[in-house]
T-cell receptor, first 113, second 115 residues
Framework: DTEVTQTPKHLVMGMTNKKSLKCEQHMGHRAMYWYKQKAKKPPELMFVYSYEKLSINESVPSRFSPECPNSSLLNLHLHALQPEDSALYLC????????????FGPGTRLTVT | AQSVAQPEDQVNVAEGNPLTVKCTYSVSGNPYLFWYVQYPNRGLQFLLKYITGDNLVKGSYGFEAEFNKSQTSFHLKKPSALVSDSALYFCAVGPLSGGYNKLIFGAGTRLAVHP
């Protein structure tokens, strides 16, 4: 299995809702990432987990809450989002001590109404 | 500070012609350089990387890139463009740190290949 999967593909939520994005990889990668991407812009790093520990939080608002329950799974919990949070949310992973490139999932298209 | 520049917002090429997508970088130390491609409403796909070794790197789908240390460039090339190569291309530099890789992306270049 050489892919990163993300669910759901699309999500529409109101500003008072609570929802979660899920990312899974079974490649044995020990670093996992969340990115936010606006249309026609490069991805912006949000969080990095290394060996299931949060290593980087790029000053992301607390309405985004990451979780790494195990080495294969990464969640992003969403609460009280704003319309400007609408974007494509990408998950990625890398092997540790390996080839350095990141493998990206297809993303979740989030719309906040 | 590390940075990556992609000086062209868009590159237009006729099918069958060679293509070049430009990237320059600024890093302290040895650079780890990557090219990714993104099709509409999809995630990023890894094309190729330079870590060390030969300056000409070959990657997926017939793409290659040339690392030029003196010009701090890592241009993406393909000898003969296909319409299906039309997509958004990102150059990235990724210093390895503490077991993970924090990528810094360029702004992206849209490649349009015309029949």
């Amino acid at each position: 299995d050489t892919e990163v999967t993300q669910t759901p593909k699309h999500l529409v939520m109101g500003m008072t809702n609570k929802k979660s994005l899920k990312c899974e990889q079974h490649m044995g990668h020990r670093a996992m990432y969340w990115y936010k991407q606006k249309a026609k812009k490069p991805p912006e790093l949000m969080f990095v987990y290394s060996y299931e520990k949060l290593s980087i939080n790029e000053s992301v608002p607390s309405r985004f809450s990451p979780e790494c329950p195990n080495s294969s799974l990464l969640n992003l919990h969403l609460h009280a989002l704003q319309p400007e949070d609408s974007a494509l949310y990408l998950c990625a992973s890398t092997p540790v001590g390996g080839s350095y490139e990141q493998y990206f999932g297809p993303g979740t298209r989030l719309t906040v109404t | 500070a590390q940075s990556v520049a992609q000086p062209e917002d868009q590159v237009n090429v006729a099918e069958g012609n060679p293509l070049t997508v430009k990237c320059t970088y600024s890093v302290s130390g040895n650079p780890y350089l990557f090219w990714y491609v993104q099709y509409p409403n999809r995630g990023l796909q890894f094309l190729l990387k330079y870590i060390t070794g030969d300056n000409l790197v070959k990657g997926s789908y017939g793409f290659e890139a040339e690392f030029n240390k003196s010009q701090t460039s890592f241009h993406l090339k393909k000898p003969s463009a296909l319409v299906s190569d039309s997509a958004l291309y990102f150059c990235a530099v990724g210093p390895l740190s503490g077991g993970y890789n924090k990528l810094i992306f360029g702004a992206g270049t849209r490649l349009a290949v015309h029949p």
